[in-house]
């Protein structure tokens, strides 16, 4: 039986109808005072959480309170998460349990007037700006 494949975006494939994450090459940034990788670039703008298949990717996108911590810390403005564009607004793991219960998804956003957290957004609603910045746990310590 042949595998059906199909391409979901230039980071998410669909194989026998599971979505994988595609490994991105030489665009991470290791944080290891949080003991991981995040993506630089925000991608896959333009489709909403369900599009994307997210619901079973969470363990892969940054809490609220990492995002905290970056919006503060020396890496905000090279992940561009210090108000400098009001274009990289992406997903993040929904810290509510209620919330993710009624269907919605939580998300990043940083403008000129300041940095937000939303977490009552639809799961089905998608903008231009709004996109997916992976991340991944660091096993070895950088020195």
Known sequence: MKDKFKKISENIVEINGERLVKENQGKMLDIPELKISVEIEVHDKNKSWNDLGLSKKEDILLTSEQCIWLANSKYAKQLKMDGSSTKDDFFI??????????????????GSGGCNLSCDRDSGGSDSYLGVRFCKKISKTIK
């Open 93 to 110: 793991k929904q810290p509510f349990n209620l919330n993710r219960k009624n269907n919605y998804v939580a998300w990043f956003y940083a």
